[in-house]
Nanobody
């Protein structure tokens, strides 16, 4: 049974940092990603990795870093210099196949999703 379980969310002051984790079980995925969704907004791809390649949405470049453990069972998102605009529910997503960079931040490419972890950045 495939499971993705996120953790590490919380409330932080503007300019602060958080590290999100996503524990994956049931499969070794070739592509994994972090998405976020703020109230009233569409789900947005934040960062993704597929067989070593990584990509980020422009708004987080230089502030967020996506990484995995060597066994590819845990996905991380290191977030620094957070701003109130980063406030959202953050979701982990996975696909068993390798995806091209142009598809990595598209929600439609991921059949497996976690339940999400809330990140709130206070001004």
């Amino acid at each position: 049974q495939v499971m993705l379980v996120e953790s590490g969310g919380g409330s932080v002051q503007s300019g602060g940092s958080l590290r999100l984790s996503c524990a994956a079980s049931g499969y070794i995925f070739s592509s994994m990603a972090w998405f976020r969704q703020a109230p009233g907004k569409e789900r947005e791809g934040v960062a993704a990795t597929s067989d070593g390649a990584t990509t980020y949405v422009d708004s987080v470049k230089g502030r967020f870093t996506i990484s995995q453990d060597n066994a590819r069972t845990t996905l991380y998102l290191h977030m620094s210099n957070l701003s109130p605009e980063d406030t959202a529910m953050y979701y982990c997503a996975a696909n068993q196949w390798r995806l091209g960079v142009e598809r990595l931040l598209l929600p439609s490419q991921y059949p497996y999703w976690g339940q999400g972890t809330q990140v709130s950045v206070l001004s």
